[in-house]
């Protein structure tokens, strides 16, 4: 039986949410802020070292900045999506400006794009391409377990991550949700807020439906 915990916390409150999935081969989605928080809530589930993995599903500070500290702490190699990775690095794109900080410096182990699975043991992610929120965000899907890790493009109770873009950012935006809400989806796992199982289908049509307002 595969788990999925919430572990970041202690942080900022703006703090992007980091999932650590407890499957065969254990991996993290996204790293968040304050990675000494989170190492500490890791530590209460399992050894750091045993995680293979760190997914990002976007770039930005709010997500990215607890890298170096966790990528030490685990030895886990960082997989982010092929669009995204020339923003690495970059305050502007990466936000990390708001926060008045340097982005975060981290190597690359791997990079995915639509169709690639990331097999974990029990589960398979579907890597999903969903631009709009940042370029290269992706999200991602376990078809038979029916969850879905949403990153900042599409969050629970009919809310989207924004795009500062516009024009064509914004087009990508409300495809990608439109793509989003289509999946059959159990739980969704999103970048902020806490993770929710109630309704999702009728959530994420909400938060398309909201998409398309500003569309
Ligand atoms: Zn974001």
Redesign the pocket.
Known sequence: MVEVHKVNGGGPTHE?NVYLILDEVPALIDAGMDAKATIKNIEKLIDPRRIEFIILT?C?H??TAGIPALKEATGAKVLIGEGEVCDLGDDVAT?SYLYQEEPAEFGVDGTLEEGDVINLGEWSLQVIQTPG??PGSISLYEPRAKVLFS??TLLPHGNI?RTRRSGEAVKDLVRSVERLAGLDVLVLYA?HMEPTDENVVEQMRTSLEFARTIH
């Open positions: 992007g976007h930005h709010d997500h936000g929120h940042s990153g900042d991550g970048g």
